[in-house]
């Protein structure tokens, strides 16, 4: 995978960061301490692409087999294998790897769609409907009537634009794994090969 790529992918994370903190400045969209029930979806999808950074950072800290293992044993419709309540007791939120989490997990919450009239639409979270429903029925209408928002398709459009082959087609978020891991640990032997080390 050419760097730059990857360079560029975290480009498009840094703006979905941007447009996310600027719909939070503007609003009182929050999520609830603690919070990690759409990590516990048995519906996250990312693209293999967005796995890359993931699976590289566990080859460079020699932890890939063990994810690689996981990630097998996880149910391709189970919950994100990153997935961990028990660091939100301790503030470290649930994501067991935050920093790199695909371009969906940046956007929920706080993602826009289109309607059938193309119009933006806040994709408003359960869970905030629930605990702070004025913040999110105001938000929405803001969005509704013309507040920007981070755009779940125009955000997938550039991801896929990186590279189509890789970045195009969400998968449940285990298999995306499993697939980045494997391509990323097979790029590795072939680079060791080339040096001739085993
Ligand atoms: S990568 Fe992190 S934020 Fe995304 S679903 Fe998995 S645990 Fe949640
Ligand atoms: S987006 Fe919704 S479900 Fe996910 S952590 Fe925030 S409040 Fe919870």
Redesign the pocket.
Same mark, same amino acid.
């Given at each position: 995978m050419d760097a730059t790529v990857l360079a560029r992918l975290f480009k498009v994370y840094e703006e979905i960061d941007n447009q996310t903190a600027a719909l939070r400045a503007i609003t009182e969209l929050r999520c609830p301490p603690g919070c990690?029930t =759409? &990590?516990s979806?048995t519906r %996250?999808e990312?693209t293999v692409l967005e796995m890359l950074p993931?699976a590289r950072d566990f080859l460079r800290r020699r932890e890939a087999l063990a994810l690689l293992e996981r990630s097998r044993a996880a149910d391709d419709e189970g *919950? =994100? %294998?990153? +997935?961990?309540p028990e660091r939100s007791a301790r503030g470290e939120g &649930? =994501?067991? %790897? +935050?920093v790199?989490? *695909?371009s %969906? &997990?940046?956007l929920?919450g706080y993602g826009a769609v289109k309607d059938k009239y193309g119009a933006a639409q806040l994709a408003v979270c359960t869970v905030m409907n629930e605990v702070i429903p004025r913040a999110a029925q105001d938000a929405a209408y803001a969005v509704r009537r013309g507040l920007a928002a981070p755009g779940f398709t125009g955000f997938a459009r550039q991801v896929a634009g990186l590279d189509p082959a890789l970045g195009g087609k969400p998968l449940p978020?285990n298999r995306a794994l499993r697939i980045a891991l494997e391509r990323e640990g097979l790029a590795l032997q072939f680079e060791k090969g080339g040096k001739g080390e085993s």
């Open positions: 990690g =759409c &990590c979806s %996250v990312a993931v *919950p =994100c %294998v990153f +997935y961990q &649930c =994501c067991g %790897v +935050y790199l989490r *695909p %969906v &997990c940046r929920f978020i």
